[in-house]
């Protein structure tokens, strides 16, 4: 049984930066993506950023790029998001995520085009930031 539990969220000010962990576990299925979404109150959960786990290319919305950063420690089964510059418009619940496998055309659509009922989903985090 896959397991992604997330942490690292909280309340933070606006400027200030927060680093956020997953540690998947249970995943047999080789190579794929991972990945952070976001879904604030009101709205329909969204990408953040996405890893594709065999070679670690990355991939960003717009609305977090130059801010938000990516990272995977495979030896940990571990993926982060260092976020800095947090604005109040980045306030949601912060959920981590894999893909079933290798997904075509890769991580970079994967970002878009997740699904809900292929996908595997952490519990998910807050981000709270204050103006």
């Known amino acids: 049984q896959v397991q992604l539990v997330e942490s690292g969220g909280g309340p933070v000010q606006a400027g200030g930066l927060l680093r956020l962990s997953c540690v998947a576990s249970?995943?047999?299925?080789?190579?794929?993506?991972m990945g952070w979404f976001r879904q604030a109150p009101g709205k329909e959960r969204e990408g953040v950023a996405t890893i594709y786990t065999g070679g670690g290319h990355t991939y960003y919305a717009d609305s977090v790029k130059g801010r938000f950063t990516i990272t995977q420690d495979n030896s940990k089964n571990t993926v982060y998001l260092q976020m800095s510059s947090l604005k109040p418009e980045d306030t949601a619940i912060y959920y981590c995520?894999?893909?079933?496998?290798?997904?075509?055309?890769?991580?970079?659509?994967?970002?878009?085009?997740?699904?809900?009922?292929?996908?595997?989903w952490g519990q998910g985090t807050q981000v709270t930031v204050s103006s």
């Open positions: 249970g995943y047999t299925g080789g190579s794929g993506c």
């Open positions: 995520a894999r893909s079933p496998g290798r997904i075509w055309p890769g991580c970079g659509w994967w970002l878009t085009n997740a699904r809900e009922d292929d996908t595997y």
